[in-house]
């Protein structure tokens, strides 16, 4: 994936595009559950769904998000990519990569954490951090 935030999937570059919120909650929490449960079926509507919410790699597919059925969704939009000559690995390190870009900045990161911790005392004293 280059800076500008695009994926290669069957030989054509995407670029991805941010879906709300809940959506990437979703996305985040679905992967999470379908990597962590070595759910292999799942790791690949995951990342499928991730790859049709977020690009238009399979705007012609017919599949559509309702904002319910996420794993549904992702099996109609991996077959879509499988029709197009997508490989299964191809699938789920693009779909991994998509994920990796929805999941950054929803989370705190440790050095922000760190950052928003090392408060001042009040009275003059040290840092509680």
Request: glycine share 10%.
């Amino acid at each position: 994936m280059s800076k500008d935030r695009t994926i290669t999937i069957a030989g054509k570059a995407y670029p991805v595009t941010l879906p709300d919120f809940a959506i990437r909650d979703d996305l985040a929490l679905s992967w999470h559950e379908a990597t962590t449960g070595n759910d292999v079926s799942k790791v690949r509507r995951v990342a499928a769904a991730a790859i049709g919410l977020c690009t238009t790699a399979c705007a012609t597919s017919g599949a559509s998000y309702n904002g319910t059925g996420l794993v549904f969704y992702g099996a109609k939009v991996y077959n879509s990519l499988r029709e197009q000559g997508a490989s299964i690995a191809s699938i789920i390190e693009a779909g991994g990569v998509v994920v990796s870009v929805c999941t950054d900045g929803l989370f705190a990161r440790e050095a922000e954490v760190e950052a928003r911790a090392s408060f001042s005392d009040p009275s003059g004293g040290d840092s509680i951090a």
